[in-house]
């Protein structure tokens, strides 16, 4: 166990539903990234955020989808209108800042399955 | 895309054995980074390893870097069934502010 926690650990469903996803970082860290991962696959960068700044957004994210980190804590990450193109495992990671330390502690992930 | 290269992309080795996974990657780099991840679970830092450093040991695990080949292996000795999972490399760019990771290494290690 790391410390990350995310929520739900399983979803799964039909195409054109929105489905929210948290995670809770250790409670230090200031940054926190999503990342989306693929069978056979290494995570690819979604987005991520210094406390409650979104910085970086990758050109993989769709306008579908949406995250936030609202005081800095936890984050939400929503797909609307999902498609069968979206399942994949939903990874989130914290860290501390660069510089200070680049190590990431991820979460268990969230598996999506869109039917 | 934007994931560096790792290879091979399986390994099946015996207990007890060595294992050597590498990884390229495409920019400068201020350092290098290897996880582990279990069947479904998420990842795990296991090393990290600076643009200025050359070689790195912790443990059964031992990382190299050559940044002029923009390259990195880990060598796991001495493996034990409990090691198998995939392996990810992950590059921090020197000018950048995340981890591009590789498309890792499945390792088996057989009892």
């Known amino acids: 166990d790391t410390g990350v926690s995310q929520d739900p650990r399983h979803k799964i469903t039909k195409r054109g539903q929105n489905v929210t996803f948290r995670c809770d970082p250790i409670?230090?860290?200031?940054?926190l990234y999503w990342y989306r991962q693929t069978l056979g696959q290494g995570p690819e960068f979604l987005t991520y955020?210094?406390?409650?700044?979104?910085?970086?957004k990758s050109r993989l994210l769709s306008d579908r989808f949406s995250a936030e980190r609202p005081k800095g804590s936890f984050s939400t990450l929503e797909i609307q209108r999902t498609e069968q193109g979206d399942s994949a495992m939903y990874l989130c990671?914290?860290?501390?800042?660069?510089?200070?330390?680049?190590?990431?502690?991820f979460g268990p992930g969230t598996r999506l399955t869109v039917t | 895309s934007q994931q560096g290269e790792e290879d091979p992309q399986a390994l099946s080795i015996q207990e007890g054995e060595n294992a050597t996974m590498n990884c390229s990657y495409k920019?400068?780099?201020?350092?290098l980074q290897w996880y582990r991840q279990n069947s479904g679970r998420g990842l795990v830092h296991l090393i990290l390893?600076?643009?200025?450093?050359r070689e790195k040991h912790s443990g059964r695990l031992r990382v190299t870097l050559d940044t002029s080949k923009k390259s990195s292996s880990l060598l796991i000795t001495a493996s034990r069934a409990a090691d198998t999972a995939s392996y990810f490399c992950?590059?921090?760019?020197?000018?950048?502010?995340?981890?591009?990771f590789g498309e890792g290494t499945q390792l088996t290690v057989n009892p």
């Open positions: 990671a914290s860290s501390l800042n660069p510089g200070s330390s680049y190590e990431q502690y």
């Open positions: 409670s230090e860290h200031n940054r």
């Open positions: 955020f210094q406390n409650e700044a979104q910085l970086e």
């Open positions: 920019t400068s780099i201020n350092n």
């Open positions: 390893i600076r643009s200025n450093e």
């Open positions: 992950a590059s921090w760019e020197t000018s950048g502010s995340r981890l591009t």
